[in-house]
């Protein structure tokens, strides 16, 4: 098992619609996260940025657009782009250079301006890049991929439309008291069934939104937590950042088709989704049975549902029930996204997968006011990039 | 009215539908894989330098059409007209889409649906064929891409 790793501070800029340059979300972020963790910018030693594509060539460089706006101070700096987990890829560039010796504390960056509507790809006439091909060949968005997963989901296991709103629902009740989420209202069943269907079976409001926002965290190594007084700092245990396996047979976004299994054993192989979770518990050491709360990537109502089986908190086929026994409201047995999730937030790509892990921050620490869950130890966060890129995370205090 | 020219939307992943030579019978359409000459894996759209079964190294790969005809793995439909670059009907259709599995390739493949069917009619499991159908269409000529319909519908 590799050491351990503090997060010292968490912070982020309120997600929304602001149409404001995305590096302004990112400095606001960073500096909260400094102030959180009481260190100064000279003393960074390491500046890791998770890039957006959305914001032009400083988006593509962000770890150097971000040092330049908190001042050129000569650190380390990483860009990384994985789609969704970019945030996580840029929490283990850190992570890595951090157990290597490399350095004692670095911050993490991320953030996004999004444009109203649905994801479109990068423009253009590019008829060799497969995610600009889905729209134009298929008309196929980003809820289409989500549609299938969920009438697939009421296929197998019986799931319902009332099942999903019921998500929706806890998911708005999570976040009505979260400062950072965009949307902080509740919402009643009829009023998400009542909503206008856009990819059949998903309806408008059980579809996350695209949002602008930013998050940041302040990681250090444990000596470097410890000079600093912080005896017993939240931790990062593991960073699973794992592709899928061949034959990965469950079609992904972008994809126009999965892989083919005539040459290799598909019984028996762990999904993609599954497979995430699992490559961080064995990093860290422990199981699904250990998690105390979970911040999981909702881009639908049903996909939270997946999300629970791949995560291991209960088997395939049970997440309907989980969730009708209110295991994952806040107050039950393993509260899922208390912070209101996507759901909340709206997405605001390279700053998701770290505000998930400022979340977990801020329950394991006892201050996520409003929102607490009590006695939370351990979390896990899980998500999943465009093309294979795998993202999970464990912090345990 | 001129006759519009048939234009594939994407070159070289599916064949028009080819009248027959010698008087039989029209040959379908169909969508145009690769297959690995050393380990028989599939892959559409084609791979041509590399093979996904990472137990395989191999560079060669033989162009062939898919099975023509499969089962619908899940459905969903486009309510709201998708940003550019698709080109939308005028006024926009909602337009339903599906993932098939084609059993002998044992892969999944999505496409939209022929327009007039729409989520109400469709079911995992059904089959359906693939057809080659209007996308959209300029002054001169009609882009066509690959759909699936439900088989005797």
């Known amino acids: ?397 | 009215m001129a006759t519009k020219t048939t234009v594939p939307a994407v070159e070289g992943w599916f064949n028009l539908a080819t009248p027959s030579t010698d008087g039989g019978q029209e040959q379908p359409p169909a969508l145009l894989g690769s297959r690995c000459t050393t380990c028989g894996t599939f892959a559409f759209p084609k791979e041509t330098f590399f093979c996904r079964n990472p137990e395989c190294d191999s560079t060669a790969f033989d162009e062939v059409p898919l099975s023509r005809r499969g089962t619908i793995w899940s459905y969903t439909d486009a309510r709201y007209q998708p940003p550019p670059p698709y080109v939308p009907a005028d006024p926009y259709e909602p337009f339903a889409i599906v993932a098939v599995e084609l059993a002998d390739e044992k892969m999944v493949v999505m496409g939209q649906v022929v327009a007039g069917v729409d989520v109400a009619d469709l079911r995992i499991g059904m089959d359906v064929e693939l057809v080659v159908d209007t996308l959209y269409e300029d002054d001169e000529n009609e882009y066509v891409v690959w759909k699936w319909a439900p088989v005797n519908a």
């Open chain 1, 1 to 397: 098992m590799p050491e351990k790793i503090a997060v010292l501070g968490a912070g982020m800029h309120p997600w929304g619609k602001w149409g404001r340059n995305f590096v302004e979300y990112g400095l606001a972020a960073a500096r909260d996260a400094m102030a959180d963790a009481g260190v100064e910018w000279s003393e960074i030693q390491m500046v890791s940025g998770a890039d957006t594509i959305r914001n032009g060539y400083p988006g593509f460089v962000s770890g150097a657009t971000f040092a330049q706006a908190l001042g050129w101070s000569g650190a380390r700096v990483s860009s990384v782009y994985a789609a969704c987990a970019a945030g996580a890829t840029a929490i283990n560039a850190a992570r890595a250079q951090i157990l290597a010796g490399l350095c004692d504390v670095a911050l993490v960056v991320g953030a996004d301006t999004t444009p109203k509507g649905f994801f479109a790809p990068v423009g253009g006439d590019r008829k060799d890049d497969p995610d600009w091909l889905r729209f134009h060949l298929m008309g196929a968005t980003n809820p289409t991929y989500f549609a299938l997963y969920a009438r697939r989901r009421m296929e197998l296991y019986g799931a319902t439309e009332a099942d999903f709103a019921a998500v929706k629902v806890k998911n708005s009740r999570h976040g009505l008291n979260n400062p950072y989420a965009r949307y902080r209202k509740e919402v009643t069943a009829d009023e998400v069934l009542a909503s206008p269907m856009v990819a059949d079976p998903l309806r408008l409001l059980e579809i996350c939104a695209t949002s602008d926002g930013g998050a940041a965290l302040v990681l250090s190594s444990m000596e470097f937590a410890r000079a600093r007084g912080v005896t017993s700092p939240v931790t990062i245990d593991a960073v699973s950042t794992v592709t899928p396996r061949f034959p990965n047979t469950v079609i992904e976004m972008p994809n126009f088709s999965t892989d083919s299994g005539v040459s290799a054993a598909v019984v028996g192989l762990p999904s993609f989704r599954d497979s995430i979770a699992t490559a961080a518990y064995e990093e860290a050491g422990i199981g699904p049975e250990d998690v105390s709360v979970a911040e999981v990537y909702d881009l639908s109502a049903a996909l939270e549902l997946d999300w629970y089986e791949n995560i291991g908190l209960c088997k395939e086929g049970e997440a309907e029930k989980l969730l009708r026994d209110g295991d994952t409201t806040i107050g039950g047995r393993v509260p899922v996204n208390p912070s209101g999730g996507l759901s909340c937030f709206g997405e605001a790509i390279p700053a998701q997968a770290i505000a998930q892990v400022c979340e977990l921050t801020w329950q394991l620490r006892g201050q996520a006011d409003g929102r607490q869950v009590d006695g939370a130890t351990v979390g896990v966060t899980v998500n999943q990039g465009l093309f294979g890129h795998g993202s999970s995370v464990i912090v345990s205090k």
